[in-house]
């Protein structure tokens, strides 16, 4: 089993720059790929960043280009999101996935098994 425990969110202006950082523990995800998530009120999940477990490849939807950045720390066991130029539509509870079946990068909620608990952000205009 792995535990993911998202950190980082908050509320910041549109604009700003926050940083979500997620700890997995319980197992070694050095061989997950893993991703970043976010759902709004009455909006389905998507995959908002998603990164292979050696960081060869990544992806990004295409609202976040140029703007997020997603990195992991095999040896920290950790993934981290970087958001920076947020805007309104951002706001989300975000959520880390881990994935122990692909090494590249699903795109489906359904493709992975591991889920944080999902932390809160919001971006005020």
């Known amino acids: 089993q792995v535990q993911l425990v998202e950190s980082g969110g908050g509320l910041v202006q549109a604009g700003g720059s926050l940083r979500l950082s997620c700890a997995a523990s319980?197992?070694?995800?050095?061989?997950?790929?893993m991703g970043w998530f976010r759902q709004a009120p009455g909006k389905e999940r998507e995959l908002v960043a998603g990164i292979s477990w050696s960081s060869s490849n990544t992806y990004y939807v295409d609202s976040v280009k140029g703007r997020f950045g997603i990195s992991r720390d095999n040896a920290k066991n950790t993934v981290t999101l970087q958001m920076n130029s947020l805007k309104p539509e951002d706001t989300a509870v975000y959520y880390c996935?881990?994935?122990?079946?692909?090494?590249?990068?699903?795109?489906?909620?359904?493709?992975?098994?591991?889920w944080g608990q999902g932390t809160q952000v919001t971006v005020s205009s």
């Open positions: 319980g197992r070694t995800i050095d061989r997950f790929a």
């Open positions: 996935a881990a994935d122990s079946w692909r090494s590249t990068v699903a795109r489906s909620p359904a493709e992975y098994e591991y």
